[in-house]
């Protein structure tokens, strides 16, 4: 909608602004972050109310009982208050005739619709399991094929659709990988990102700042995607129209922020599944439409880490009948080896600072 100020610039020639991305960028994630810091207090005590809260597992599903009981009953589908930030602040900054921003903006809506059938079954059945894995991914696999018919019909996707690319090259690896093999591309990246984020999605403040510090870094590299001189002096795939998705990450930057105003520890609220399947699709339907898909096991680091560490514990458990970790996901590990829950999250936070340092580094390196 702002965007289109810029065409009074005639009339009042500071408003020629609103044309610039990274005025965009920073005006979307501004309002997403006040937004949250807005509507945040509300919807915690609407969610009190309604004693929607958190279901926390026993000793018996081996889970660190006597540092997480007393979350139980702390407010969740908090994964609601990103989207509708996240929703109102794109739809406010961003161009509105956009088809990259509204393919990101309706895989974040997608996911985190999933994500909310799984939350409201946990409330419905006052236990923690919620909405069957095989059900998460039909349906996330259901995303993906609309995914794929989206990106090969559209025009400013149907070059680059089927393209395999890779950090450190210049050229793609495979020029094109056929519809089936695009597909089954697109929903590991897709599946992989969004259940990634949800298993990191364990103690106060974890998964909203590893979030934070992977949109900030797809925020980079959306606008160099979108920009035909940086794209050609990066050696990176130039999309016309991608940059754009800089301001939908802006508005994902703002809306983690200040999500984790109110999630940090003490948590007044969680994420919920609403959230985490969100934070998640959004992140991977930008690396599949930047084709930077690859990158993300670099920029993603810490979410990578926590999914391998579920990975090797159950092939490990079920070949030997032994655990490689005291539990897993592996920050529940370091809880259970005397570090606190701040310590665990700050070292984490570090951490994937530092693999989007890395991430980025990589835009040289070619």
């Not at 602004?17 to 006040?34: C, D, E, L």
Request: hydrophobic letters at 55%.
């Amino acid at each position: 909608m702002f965007y289109y100020l810029h065409e009074w610039m005639d009339v009042f020639s500071p408003l020629r602004v609103f044309q610039y991305i990274t005025v965009r960028g920073f005006g979307a994630a501004a309002t997403a972050f006040v937004m949250c810091l807005a509507v945040g207090p509300t919807l915690i005590t609407y969610l009190q109310r309604r004693k929607i809260g958190q279901h926390v597992r026993t000793a018996t599903d081996h889970v660190a009982a006597p540092q997480h009981a007393p979350k139980q009953g702390t407010p969740t589908m908090g994964g609601l208050l990103i989207i509708v930030a996240v929703l109102v602040s794109v739809l406010l900054w961003a161009r509105p005739d956009n088809a990259f921003v509204w393919i990101a903006l309706a895989t974040m809506c997608f996911m985190g619709g999933v994500g909310l059938c799984d939350d409201v079954l946990k409330q419905k059945g006052a236990n923690a399991t919620g909405l069957r894995a095989r059900y998460k991914l039909i349906m996330q696999a259901v995303w993906a094929v609309i995914m794929v018919v989206l990106l090969v019909n559209l025009p400013a996707t149907r070059s680059s659709a089927s393209q395999l690319m890779a950090p450190f090259a210049k050229e793609p690896l495979v020029q094109d990988m056929g519809i089936f093999f695009t597909f089954l591309f697109v929903a590991i990246v897709l599946l992989g990102a969004t259940n990634a984020v949800n298993l990191t999605d364990g103690v106060d403040g974890l998964a909203i700042g590893c979030s934070a510090s992977v949109a900030l870094s797809y925020l980079a590299l959306a606008y160099v995607a979108g920009h035909a001189a940086l794209a050609g002096y990066l050696l990176v795939p130039y999309l016309a129209g991608s940059g754009e998705l800089a301001v939908f990450c802006g508005a994902l930057l703002g809306a983690c922020l200040g999500f984790l105003w109110f999630n940090c520890h003490p948590a007044r609220i969680f994420m919920g599944d609403t959230g985490s399947l969100a934070l998640g699709g959004s992140i991977a339907a930008v690396a599949i439409l930047i084709k930077q898909e690859l990158l993300l096991v670099i920029v993603g680091g810490v979410f990578v880490v926590e999914a391998l560490s579920v990975i090797v514990q159950v092939i490990s458990f079920r070949l030997t009948g032994r655990r490689v970790f005291a539990m897993a996901p592996i920050h529940h590990h370091f809880e259970l080896k005397d570090w606190s829950e701040t310590q665990v999250t700050v070292r984490f936070w570090i951490l994937s600072i530092i693999f989007a340092l890395l991430g980025l580094l990589t835009l040289k390196i070619r």
